[in-house]
């Protein structure tokens, strides 16, 4: 039977504590949904609705919400789980980036990506904005797998699994931007890995590709002390959301990690309307370290509010 010929319902879900997410916070108790015949939602209610779905799920004692939604993955890489542990990032990524060079190609990243798109919708992850090697591989899943994944070009020094050297890859991101826009996957990206592994010229090179096509930026950004010296050594002290300001990509980036903040970052952050994505459990299991929330002030204020005495 054809559900859009016939108006009959999908599915309705009974019994359920509905959490909204809506503007006011309101949560649903003993409520109903009904999903139309298009897909999409056509009433919430508490109590009964009327429907005419044949599929009626009772979710007595669950919670029905909106999907979660991860901010930084890099999907295929679920292929190379296992690979490091017990090391710092800069270790990891040495192990790690060869043997991407050596494995990765399309079919590999599609397969990758399916077995982490299965492990996130398992745990409500609906949304995934994805940075990984040959992102179209990624927009096969999401549609197979109808999870939205946003992803983009991505681009460092070396010629990467694709292989393409930087001009080459650049030349590929700009027929890439000017695909139109789908319903599941955006090619509305542009992913410079980070500050230490691209050169100043290439960071304004990136910058002025997104404005072109009003991509935003996704990239890795003081993640690790590491990074923060390499970042000075090669860009002459500055932080790495310096030289992002200062090479015009900071404007509506998202920042993955932002551990290593000091004020005047978080300043330069707000007022460029960037967002950060802490990341917090890949930056304990690399020893990372805690992002740093707040002012000093407040962060002072904070630690005095909740001083507790030392034993010895």
């Not at 590999?108 to 990506?113: F, L």
């Not at 990467?160 to 991101?173: C, H, I, S, T, V």
């Not at 931007?177 to 090619?187: F, Q």
Request: glycine fraction near 8%.
């Amino acid at each position: 039977m054809n559900n859009k010929s016939t108006n009959q319902d999908r599915v309705a879900i009974i019994n359920a504590q509905i959490v909204t997410v809506d503007k006011q916070g309101s949560v649903i108790e003993d409520g109903s949904l009904v999903v139309g015949a298009d897909g999409a939602i056509r009433e919430i209610a508490s109590g009964k609705i009327s429907h005419t779905a044949s599929e009626v799920i009772d979710a007595r004692g669950a919670i029905v919400m909106p999907g979660l939604i991860n901010t930084h993955t890099h999907l295929g890489m679920t292929l190379f789980r296992g690979l490091g542990d017990d090391m710092s990032l800069e270790d990891f990524l040495a192990r790690l980036m060869p043997a991407e060079i050596k494995v990765l190609n399309h079919e590999a990243v599609r397969a990758g990506t399916e077995i982490a798109a299965l492990e996130s919708l398992l745990g409500g992850i609906t949304t995934s904005l994805d940075m990984y090697y040959l992102p179209d591989a990624a927009l096969e899943v999401a549609k197979s797998s109808r999870m939205r994944i946003q992803t983009g070009p991505n681009f460092l020094e070396s010629d990467g699994p694709e292989p393409l050297k930087f001009n080459d890859r650049l030349a590929w991101a700009t027929k890439w931007l000017e695909v139109p826009r789908d319903s599941l996957g955006s090619t509305g990206w542009v992913a410079p890995h980070s500050t230490y592994l691209l050169n100043e010229d290439q960071l304004r090179t990136l910058a002025a590709l997104a404005a072109k096509y009003e991509a935003r930026i996704h990239v890795h950004a003081a993640e690790t002390v590491g990074e923060m010296q390499l970042v000075a050594k090669r860009h002459g002290g500055r932080t790495p959301i310096q030289v992002l300001a200062d090479t015009n990509l900071l404007r509506r980036s998202v920042l993955a990690h932002g551990v290593h903040l000091n004020d005047d970052d978080i300043a330069l952050i707000a007022s460029n309307s960037a967002t950060v994505v802490h990341c917090p459990a890949s930056n304990y299991k690399l020893a990372s370290g805690t992002a740093n929330f707040g002012s000093a002030t407040s962060r002072r204020e904070y630690r005095a509010r909740h001083r507790r005495p030392c034993f010895r």
